[in-house]
T-cell receptor, first 111, second 113 residues
Framework: NAGVTQTPKFRVLKTGQSMTLLCAQDMNHEYMYWYRQDPGMGLRLIHY???????AKGEVPDGYNVSRLKKQNFLLGLESAAPSQTSVYFCASVEQGARQYFGPGTRLTVT | QQQVKQSPQSLIVQKGGISIINCAYENTAFDYFPWYQQFPGKGPALLIAIRPDVSEKKEGRFTISFNKSAKQFSLHIMDSQPGDSATYFC????????????FGTGTKLQVIP
């Protein structure tokens, strides 16, 4: 039982490049979330999904897209990376009753 | 309305002392209040949580105090240890369906020997 895994762990992009972050969970949770974490700003919700095939915008969705083609996977895409997207990205899988299980994070630097 | 205000931003406590972190909220629709602990390079992990029908919850050295009328809740770490050094986030959740979570901005705790 791996819980929540994220790939890659680190990535450096140049402005304008694209990439996809993968989140996988093996707990059969319906809800999955993508957050970004920046110093002094806590965790901010980018996008979320309430089940396979569904996605919705969170607090800071601009510049990101997501897909949930399989229940266990939630992908976060950056189509044209910008320096403002330098951050640590966390995926969370949510248990009924609101407990969130976080992945280990992806540290992204955009130069 | 959706903000959760957390203080202090950072905290230094002597080993064996009590660490206290405070959070305040505005939205009375919040019905679940978790605290998450995050070590450097790791994802946050649930530490302890409370629902607003109780005023206190204790798990080992960690206690949440909840004041519904004041819309405040706090985390107390008794007998603080160097291994408790981490960043702590409070959160407030509106449960049911999509569980909207609002996080505080975090408190970096350092416990010195």
């Amino acid at each position: 039982n791996a819980g929540v895994t994220q790939t890659p762990k680190f990535r450096v992009l140049k402005t304008g490049q694209s990439m996809t972050l993968l989140c996988a969970q093996d707990m059969n949770h319906e809800y999955m979330y993508w957050y970004r974490q920046d110093p002094g700003m806590g965790l901010r919700l980018i996008h979320y999904s309430v089940g396979e095939g569904t996605t919705a915008k969170g607090e800071v969705p601009d510049g990101y897209n997501v897909s949930r083609l399989k229940k266990q996977n939630f992908l976060l895409g950056l189509e044209s990376a910008a320096p403002s997207q330098t951050s640590v990205y966390f995926c969370a899988s949510v248990e009924q009753g609101a407990r969130q299980y976080f992945g280990p994070g992806t540290r992204l630097t955009v130069t | 309305q959706q903000q959760v205000k957390q203080s202090p931003q950072s905290l230094i406590v002597q080993k064996g002392g009590i660490s206290i972190i405070n959070c305040a909220y505005e939205n009375t629709a919040f019905d679940y209040f978790p605290w998450y602990q995050q070590f450097p390079g790791k994802g946050p992990a649930l530490l302890i949580a409370i629902r607003p029908d109780v005023s206190e919850k204790k798990e080992g050295r960690f206690t949440i105090s909840f004041n519904k009328s004041a819309k405040q809740f706090s985390l107390h770490i008794m007998d603080s240890q160097p291994g408790d050094s981490a960043t702590y986030f409070c959160a407030a959740v509106i449960s049911g369906g999509y569980q909207k979570v609002t996080f505080g901005t975090g408190t970096k705790l350092q416990v010195i020997p």
